[in-house]
């Protein structure tokens, strides 16, 4: 009997871990892993909006990320996880200063550690949602971050489908060691200047939505053709976004606004 009780103990621990197979069929809205389904707390994506009266104001010095010593790299691997282009390599660092009333020399330093591609994009801008979001993973590696606890986050680079190709994704049609991927062209010093960045504390995108990653969301979407557009896609997934999380509200304090140097709010 006893013996019994464990072992139907374990089938439900068991069942309880397992992963559920999921898929974006229904945008995520039918996931139950972790807290996925979890409505009372703050889950990713979300719609960024803001009307102009939630920036930080003052004396706080805005979000800024600039490239340190992001290069051409070869990434180690390069494949479709759970319906989503996923490329790893170590890309190098950013620097990135946080809003607060602190002094230059609180610098963290994010190690971007890997990339997924999403589409349509996850994270929208005053609601609207653009064809492509890179989010570039990152590590504060030397627990630098005031506002990032967990020290892990993603940065969201939104992408529209224009004319041009982007230089940024030749990567996808090279092969051997002329696959490389350099970061320093999507964050150049101009970069905190002209881009509104929105910051908060939400969960990962896909099951079982682990808490506690920091989302920074750069606004201004940059360009993709719709030829490089297609080679993220996956066969038989029109779209493996999930879709913006109502639940619980932000609270102005929960969401970081900062301002570019030279945008109007
Ligand atoms: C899921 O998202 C796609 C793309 O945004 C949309 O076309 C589709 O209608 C959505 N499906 C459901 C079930 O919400
Ligand atoms: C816009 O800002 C005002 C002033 O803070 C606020 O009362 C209002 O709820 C905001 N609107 C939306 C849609 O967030
Ligand atoms: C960037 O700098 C960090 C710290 O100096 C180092 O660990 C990393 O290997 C560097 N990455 C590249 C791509 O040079
Ligand atoms: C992030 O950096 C910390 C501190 O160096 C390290 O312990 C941790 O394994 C890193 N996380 C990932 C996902 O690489």
């Known amino acids: 009997m006893k013996q019994l009780f464990s072992q139907a ?3 439900i621990a068991l069942l309880l871990n397992l992963t559920n ?4 069929t229904k945008n995520g809205t039918d996931w139950t892993d972790g807290i996925c389904s979890d409505e ?3 889950q990713s994506p979300r719609d960024m909006y803001h009307n102009g009266t939630d920036w930080y104001t003052g004396l706080k010095t805005q979000f800024v990320f600039l490239p340190y010593n992001l290069t051409a790299v070869k990434p180690t691997k390069m494949e479709f996880e759970n319906l989503i282009y996923t490329v790893y390599g170590n890309f190098g660092r950013l620097y990135a200063k946080e809003p607060a009333n602190n002094d230059l020399t609180k610098i963290v330093k994010w190690d971007a550690m890997y990339m997924r591609f999403h589409y349509p994009a996850e994270h929208l801008v005053q609601s609207a949602q653009y064809d492509l979001e890179m989010q570039v993973y990152i590590n504060d590696t030397a627990s630098m971050s005031q506002g990032c606890l967990s020290g892990y986050g993603a940065i969201a680079v939104l992408f529209k489908v224009g004319l041009n190709d982007n230089p940024f994704f030749d990567w996808l ?3 051997g060691d002329d ?9 150049t010093p101009n970069t905190p200047l002209n881009n509104y960045i929105s910051g908060y504390v939400g969960t990962d995108t896909i099951p079982p939505c682990t808490r506690f990653v920091c989302w920074y969301v750069i606004e201004t979407p940059m360009e993709i053709s719709q030829k490089q557009l297609d080679m993220f896609k996956t066969k038989d997934t029109p779209y493996n976004a999930r879709k913006a999380q109502q639940g619980k509200d932000l609270t102005q304090r929960q969401l970081l606004n900062a301002q570019g140097l030279n945008v109007k709010a």
């Open 173 to 175: 049609t090279k092969t």
């Open 9 to 11: 103990t374990l089938a």
């Open 40 to 42: 009372t707390k703050v």
């Open 179 to 187: 696959q490389q991927i350099d970061l320093s062209t999507i964050f």
């Open 21 to 24: 197979a999921w898929d974006y």
